[in-house]
Nanobody, 119 residues
């Protein structure tokens, strides 16, 4: 599965940003991880195409929202009330099984898009 993410950029704390990721073919689940410099990938959000089950990392709950567009095979990540600690490279992921907080559960990873939040 090829994943094409877009929407990263430089914003100020408190701003909003929306990431998009288009998949080249249908999958069972999609999601987002992020990686800060020198750190392991951190689960951000995941969603199943069937049933809509979704989950969020503790650091983004209540501020981020994941959604799907079936017609476009696209997943979105709406990020609100951004904080400087949200600065990271965000990776779109896809799997042929249900979403998980474990990085190795997702067999397809996009190239990553940089999100920088300034104070």
């Amino acid at each position: 599965v090829q994943l094409q993410a877009s929407g990263g950029g430089l914003v100020q704390a408190g701003d909003s940003l929306r990431l998009s990721c288009a998949a080249s073919e249908p999958t069972v689940s999609m999601g987002w991880f992020r990686r800060k410099t020198g750190s392991e990938p951190e689960f951000v959000a995941g969603v199943n195409w069937q049933g809509g089950s979704e989950g969020y990392g503790d650091n983004v709950k209540g501020r981020f929202a994941i959604s799907l567009d079936n017609a476009k095979n696209t997943v979105y990540l709406q990020m609100n009330s951004l904080k400087t600690e949200d600065t990271a490279v965000y990776y779109c992921v896809a799997s042929n099984s249900g979403w998980s907080i474990l990085p190795h559960s997702f067999n397809s990873w996009g190239r990553g898009t940089q999100v920088t939040v300034s104070s």
